[in-house]
Every structure is written in structure tokens, then in C-alpha cells.
């Protein structure tokens, strides 16, 4: 019975549904917000982030090149770090150090 579903996920198709739905995810997300634009800029990063580590899982899930896996999850970390940056951006002022 689970045959169909270990097969499923050795053969890395797991990743390729699972960036679909975040993809999709992230496009309805953004276009049911007021600015869609805005919200699919910030939301972005993330995504590839996402995107690039269910990549890296399916290229390995199949035994893949190890080159591609680092080049994938190079970009992740790139991608997360401008996540990051956007985030810590639009919270700056209650990051500041309070001296009073």
C-alpha cells in the first residue's frame, strides 16, 4: 500500500508538488491583499528561499549532483538573508537600543 508512496518521494516528485503548492500559496496570498504588489516583493525572498531548499531535497532525495545541492542551497541562504534583512528593515525602530 505504500509503495506507490516511498516511490513518490524517491523519486523526488514530492519537491516538485511541494514548490507547486508554495508557489501558489504565495500567489494567492499576495493577489487577496490589498497591494498585491507589495506583498508579492516581500514575499518573495522566502519563496525562492523555500523554493531552493525543496530543490536541494528532491536533486538529493534522487541522489543527484552534490554540486547542484550546494549551488541550491547557496541560494537559499541568500535568499533567507535578504528575508531576513526585509524583516529586520520594517522592524529597525524597536530593535534600537533604549538608553533612557
Known amino acids: 500500500m505504500t509503495a506507490w508512496l516511498t516511490q513518490f518521494f524517491l ?3 514530492i519537491s516538485v508538488v511541494a514548490i507547486a ?4 500559496t ?3 496570498a ?3 491583499s ?9 514575499l518573495m525572498p522566502n519563496a525562492v528561499s523555500g523554493s531552493c ?5 528532491g536533486i538529493a532525495t534522487r541522489q ?3 554540486a547542484w545541492q550546494a ?8 535568499a533567507f538573508l535578504v528575508d531576513l534583512r526585509l524583516r529586520l528593515t520594517d522592524h529597525a525602530s524597536g530593535l534600537r537600543r533604549r538608553t533612557e
Not at 490589498?34 to 516581500?42: D, F, I, K, Y
Not at 541550491?72 to 541562504?77: D, V
Request: charged share 5%.
Open 11 to 13: 523519486s523526488g516528485w
Open 21 to 24: 503548492v508554495l508557489w501558489s
Open 26 to 28: 504565495i500567489l494567492v
Open 30 to 32: 499576495g493577489l487577496r
Open 34 to 42: 490589498p497591494s498585491p504588489g507589495t506583498v508579492l516583493v516581500r
Open 53 to 57: 531548499l525543496l530543490a536541494a531535497f
Open 64 to 66: 543527484g549532483p552534490i
Open 71 to 78: 549551488l541550491l542551497l547557496g541560494i537559499s541562504l541568500i
